[in-house]
């Protein structure tokens, strides 16, 4: 019993994290490259954009990073958020 309470626990644990968004408001380099697609250079410009610009207002904004597009936005679209 106790290993499948622990099992259960570790199923829901990860299936969780899995569903967690990214949020690009807050995230690190390291967060970043969690995303598909996403890689250390993206990563880091997206920080670097952040850190000039300031927030993101809308997830679509991500696409006004160098490197960052239409097509890579509907890959991680569903990924990341801006926070509330």
Do not use: C, H
């Not at 309470?5 to 569903?19: G, I, K, Q, S, W």
């Not at 850190?51 to 490197?67: L, P, R, S």
């Amino acid at each position: 019993m106790k290993k499948i309470t622990l099992t259960l626990f570790f199923v829901l644990f990860f299936a969780v994290a899995a569903l967690a968004k990214v949020n690009i408001n807050t995230a690190t380099v390291d967060e970043l490259t969690s995303l598909p697609g996403i890689g250390q250079a993206k990563a880091e410009a997206i920080v670097k954009y952040r850190d000039q610009a300031g927030k993101f207002k809308t997830v679509e904004d991500v696409t006004n990073v160098k490197g960052i597009g239409d097509k890579m936005l509907k890959k991680i679209k569903s990924e990341i958020t801006v926070g509330s």
